[in-house]
Each structure stands twice: as structure tokens, then as C-alpha cells.
């Protein structure tokens, strides 16, 4: 339910999620640039993994946005489908791209190819500024996590604590490029970290692509959630005439449920509002991070 308290937290999520775009595009001009420039099959597979957070990021605000401003006692399942489907375009884009860093590098490891000192400089450079800037939002959004805790917050710490990371890492590499240039196994410093860079992306959107494809496929409700729903239309089965169905959704963490009941005609309507009341504080109390809608019907509508 939608109390004040649940509304500041909407809001600070969304902001959050807001900070977190506004430094993932601050960060990716600069390593596309360098990028280009040293032509490291390592900064171009960082450069995917950054897009990989800001896209992540940007859906995320998209969907704290209209859960915030939008949800009201319809769903709209047609912009959750979109929601998702723009999870496939985008998580098969970084797919086929990695697929490309990851031909190039082994290509590399075949025929090393030499990296010019001073653009790795470069790329160490926008690393530690990237290090810096992750470091800064893993520790304030962890301590958001802390004091509203939930999946959402729970994500937005534990992505730039990753990020921080694997900026240091990259970091350590570009240096060790620079200091052992003239060592012959230096050259194969950049393919390999690229090599396994790539394997991290396409693990994390794997996820995303199966998930994405499922919700578009109207997955049925884990079956816990299943067995709540079914005990409390068992609780209130002589307070309604017939079941016509029940619809869900996630988005953004929030499992949106609509249950379709049909009520005795001669019914007291103020019979009929306290039956659907107490389902709906019954089944949100139960099942976390919900939103239940309970619809008259007179036909099966699923």
C-alpha cells in the first residue's frame, strides 16, 4: 500500500537511480575516447560494461518513475511488455558486441599488437576517475540500502561496488602495460583481461535476456505466490460467488497482482468493499513488495 513513507522511499530510489545515470554518461564520453585512441580491447570491453550499467540504470529510472507517478488501481501491462522487450534489444546489442571484442582479442593473442604508453596513460587516468566516482556512490547508496532497505537499493550499492572493482583491476592492468612495455609477454596483457571482461558482460545480461524473455511470455507466479493466493481465496471462499482469474506482473521489484471475483447481485456493496479490503491487506501483507487489485467480474477474463 501507498503510505507517506513508501512514497519518500519511491522517491529516493528514483533519485538515486537519477545520480547514477547522470555519472554513468559523465564516465562513458571519456572512455570512448580513450578508448578509440589506445585501441585496447580492454577499454573497449570496459566501455560495453559501462553502457551495460548506464542502460541498466536508465530502465531502472524509467521504472522507479512510472511505478511512482504512474500505478494507480489499473496495471499496465502493455509498457511492463515494453519494458521488457527493451531489455532484449539492449542485452542482445552488448551481446553481439562483446562477441566482436572477444573475436578481436583472440585475433590479438594469435598477432599481438602494440599499445602506444601514452594513451594507456590516458585510459589509467579516466580508470581512476571512474574508481573514484563508483567508490563515492557504492558507499552512498549502501548507506540508503541500510536505511530503506529492498531489492532496489540492494542492487543500486552492489553495481557500483562491482564497477569500483573492476575499474581497479583495469586500472592495475593499463599500469602494468605501461611498466613492463618491454617485456615481450606484455602484449598479451590487454586480450587476455579483455577475454575475460567479455565473459563478465555477457554472464551478467544473460540474466537479464532470459528474464526479459520470460516476463514477455507472461510467466505464471512463482508458485509460492501461488499457494498464498489460493489459502486466502480458501479464507474468504463464502464471501464471493465465483473466481474468474488472476493476472500479475513485476516491475521494478514490485509484484503487481490482479484477482477477478464475482459477488452475490443482492450484495451489499459495503458487504462487497470490506471483502475485497481485507484480501487485499491480507495478500500485500504476505507477499512482499506487491500490489494486489481485486476486479468484479462475470467471466473468466484469463
Known sequence: MNTPANTDADATKERTALISVIMDLAILGPTLVVAVFANSMTLYADLLGDFNVFFANAMLLFILHKMRKGMGANFDYGAGKIENLIGVI???????????????????????????????????????????????????????HKRIPSPVTDIQWRVPMSDTVIAGGILVSLLAMILLREYAWSLYIDPVISLALGGVIIYSFYGLIKNSLFDLLDRTLEEKYQI??????????????????????????????????EFDPDQRV?????????????????????????SLSTKSVC
Open 270 to 294: 459495503g458487504e462487497v468493499q470490506q471483502v475485497i479490503q481485507s484480501m487485499r491487506e491480507s495478500l500485500e501483507g504476505k507477499i512482499e513488495n506487491s500490489f494486489v487489485s481485486v
Open 90 to 144: 539492449g542485452a542482445w546489442f552488448v551481446v553481439l558486441s562483446v562477441g566482436y571484442i572477444l573475436y578481436t582479442s583472440i585475433g590479438r593473442l594469435v598477432s599481438p599488437v602494440p599499445l602506444d604508453p601514452g594513451h594507456l596513460a590516458m585510459g589509467a587516468v579516466v580508470m581512476l576517475v571512474s574508481m573514484v566516482l563508483s567508490g563515492y556512490l557504492w558507499i552512498r547508496n549502501y548507506r540508503i
Open 228 to 261: 498464498i493466493i489460493t489459502r486466502e481465496l480458501a479464507r474468504f471462499y463464502h464471501e464471493y460467488v465465483h473466481f474468474h482469474g488472476v493476472r500479475s506482473r513485476r516491475t521494478g521489484g514490485r509484484v503487481l497482482i490482479e484477482i477477478f471475483l
